[in-house]
Nanobody, 123 residues
Framework: QVQLVESGGGLVQAGGSLRLSCLAS????????MGWFRQAPGKEREFVAA????????YYTTSVKGRFTISRDNAKNTLYLQMSSLKPEDTAVYYC????????????????WGQGTQVTVSS
């Protein structure tokens, strides 16, 4: 069973940047798509971004396109989310998730989750 540990969250002013990291245990990290999700207070968890096993294709929800960049380093078993031009509405707990397949097909195709890291954007 893979374990995922997120880090890099914190408090930042609107317009600022943060980079989240997700360290995965085990030797299967490089074989699967990975994703980032977030959950704001009182809201359901929502998809943010996904990346295929090789990093060759990325996907984003509309609200973060052009501001967030997902990437991965398979040699380090680490997934990243570079967040720029942050807005108060980006405030949420951010979770990384491991996909069930090498490619990305659906927001529901994720089977392992981290504990999350809090991102708070002040106005």
């Amino acid at each position: 069973q893979v374990q995922l540990v997120e880090s890099g969250g914190g408090l930042v002013q609107a317009g600022g940047s943060l980079r989240l990291s997700c360290l995965a245990s085990g030797r299967t990290f490089s074989s699967y798509a990975m994703g980032w999700f977030r959950q704001a207070p009182g809201k359901e968890r929502e998809f943010v971004a996904a990346i295929t096993w090789s990093g060759g294709i990325t996907y984003y929800t509309t609200s973060v396109k052009g501001r967030f960049t997902i990437s991965r380093d398979n040699a380090k078993n680490t997934l990243y989310l570079q967040m720029s031009s942050l807005k108060p509405e980006d405030t949420a707990v951010y979770y990384c998730a491991k996909g069930r397949t090498p490619a990305y097909y659906s927001q529901t195709d994720f089977g392992s989750w981290g504990q999350g890291t809090q991102v708070t954007v002040s106005s």
